[in-house]
């Protein structure tokens, strides 16, 4: 990355793609409602609500039937007590290299988890397993999907989950230094109560998964082009 971007401008400019989207925080809201801001994993209530967010956010997993197993539950059960004490905790612009790896072996593990039984076996995947991060710690993990992994790190496997916290980290870090505050405030600056790795993922949504490269203008075009790109 040769540049700490993107600047505001173009955060406040995808923010208003997402600002007109009906309803565009109601799954999200809802979540925070029903676990009081906080997930625990450990209870069975909020796994449940885990996987119907993830569900509402276009991950499509399976929901089992009466007297089927559940390997979702079991599974994200066992994944959490491995894990979930150690995940960080800090703003994405304060994560450690350490916490970057943790989280990194954290989402892998995550990804494999199975979800899905019967003729076809399931794994919650790369995209699903950066939401529910995303989910436990919305101040801490930048998420993705297939179409930002692939443009920013050309793979979705542990290793890039890392360089993509790390490239993040370093955005983050930038627009806080051109805001001038501590970052409380650029969410307000965005028009919506999101933290700013959601501020962040949206951006790359909108340059990557929605196509809209084409559409933000020449000099937009052109920086991309000259290699700004992680």
Same mark, same amino acid.
């Given at each position: 990355?040769?540049?700490?971007?993107?600047?505001?401008?173009?955060?406040?400019?995808?923010?208003?793609?997402?600002?007109?989207?009906? /309803?565009?925080?109601?799954?999200?809201?809802?979540?925070?409602?029903?676990?009081?801001?906080?997930?625990?994993?450990?209870?069975?209530?909020h796994?449940?609500?885990?996987?119907?967010?993830?569900?509402?956010?276009?991950?499509?997993?399976?929901?089992?039937?009466?007297?089927?197993? @559940?390997?979702f539950?079991?599974?994200?059960?066992?994944?959490?007590?491995?894990?979930?004490?150690?995940?960080?905790?800090?703003?994405?612009?304060?994560?450690?290299?350490?916490?970057?790896?943790?989280?990194? &072996?954290?989402?892998?593990?995550?990804? =494999?988890?199975?979800?899905?039984?019967?003729?076809?076996?399931?794994?919650?995947?790369?995209?699903? @397993?950066? &939401?529910?991060?995303?989910?436990?710690?919305? /101040?801490?993990?930048?998420?993705?999907?297939?179409?930002?992994? @692939?443009?920013?790190?050309?793979?979705?496997?542990?290793? @890039?989950?890392?360089?993509?916290? $790390?490239?993040?980290?370093?955005?983050?870090?930038?627009?806080?230094?051109?805001?001038?505050?501590? =970052?409380? !405030?650029?969410?307000?600056?965005?028009? $919506?109560?999101?933290?700013?790795? &959601?501020?962040?993922d949206?951006?790359?949504?909108?340059?990557?998964?929605?196509?809209?490269? =084409?559409?933000? !203008?020449?000099?937009?075009?052109?920086?991309?082009?000259? !290699? /700004?790109?992680?």
């Amino acid at each position: 990355m040769s540049d700490p971007l993107p600047p505001l401008a173009e955060l406040r400019r995808a923010a208003e793609v997402f600002n007109g989207f009906a /309803n565009a925080d109601t799954s999200w809201l809802r979540l925070m409602e029903e676990t009081q801001s906080a997930i625990d994993l450990s209870q069975p209530a909020h796994r449940t609500i885990l996987l119907r967010w993830l569900n509402s956010w276009g991950c499509r997993i399976r929901y089992p039937r009466e007297d089927e197993p @559940a390997p979702f539950d079991e599974g994200v059960l066992a994944w959490w007590e491995t894990w979930g004490a150690t995940l960080p905790t800090v703003a994405l612009a304060d994560l450690t290299d350490a916490g970057i790896d943790t989280a990194a &072996k954290a989402y892998a593990d995550l990804a =494999g988890v199975v979800v899905s039984a019967g003729r076809i076996r399931r794994t919650l995947g790369p995209t699903a @397993a950066a &939401k529910a991060l995303y989910a436990l710690r919305p /101040n801490t993990i930048l998420p993705w999907d297939a179409a930002i992994a @692939a443009a920013l790190h050309g793979a979705r496997d542990g290793a @890039a989950f890392g360089r993509h916290l $790390r490239l993040g980290r370093a955005w983050a870090a930038a627009v806080i230094a051109e805001a001038g505050d501590d =970052g409380t !405030g650029i969410p307000a600056l965005m028009g $919506r109560p999101v933290s700013l790795a &959601k501020i962040l993922d949206e951006y790359l949504y909108v340059a990557f998964t929605m196509g809209a490269k =084409g559409d933000w !203008g020449t000099e937009r075009g052109e920086w991309w082009k000259n !290699g /700004n790109r992680g």
